[in-house]
């Protein structure tokens, strides 16, 4: 019932001691898809509140980016698993590989990975204008799992 979650833990977990709890568990790609379109659609919908809530207010605007990128990048790795391919464990290389299968720029998303990295912050008065164009690639990205056909 967590395709997404156990696809993540099946890649990346560790056995530190005795045998794996997970031998057998399998993700079907279809389950994964049906997971993914929901979370995604409920990210795209929870930003837009966040932009509503922010009411143009750039400290929050930023504050919104910031709190979503961890869970968009769980969102990412499900789309690069639907695809068939290991997911990169950099945020940076995972943004650009699903930006280029859904269509969109990776751009927004490469800067807020910056910005939470403390590499190059996000000033107040540039956040309108990313996360306008890091929800426009959310909803790509939900239009691409719509009409994904490589199951």
Do not use: N
């Not at 056995?15 to 929901?38: N, S």
């Not at 968009?72 to 290389?93: C, K, N, Q, S, W």
């Amino acid at each position: 019932i967590f395709p997404m979650e156990y696809a993540d833990i099946l890649e990346r977990h560790r056995v530190l001691h005795g045998t794996t709890p997970f031998e057998g568990i399998q993700v079907a790609p279809h389950d994964l898809r049906l997971e993914l379109e929901q979370q995604a659609m409920g990210k795209v919908l929870r930003l837009r509140q966040g932009v509503m809530a922010a009411h143009g207010d750039g400290r929050r605007q930023v504050e919104l980016l910031e709190g979503s990128l961890s869970t968009l990048m769980v969102i990412f790795r499900a789309v690069a698993r639907l695809h068939g391919e290991v997911p990169p464990t950099d945020y940076e290389a995972l943004s650009r590989q699903i930006a280029s299968h859904a269509g969109f720029d990776a751009e927004p998303f490469l800067r807020v990975v910056h910005h939470v990295r403390g590499e190059r912050k996000l000033a107040a008065a540039e956040a309108g204008r990313v996360l306008e164009a890091y929800l426009g690639g959310m909803e790509r990205l939900v239009a691409h799992l719509d009409q994904f056909s490589g199951i």
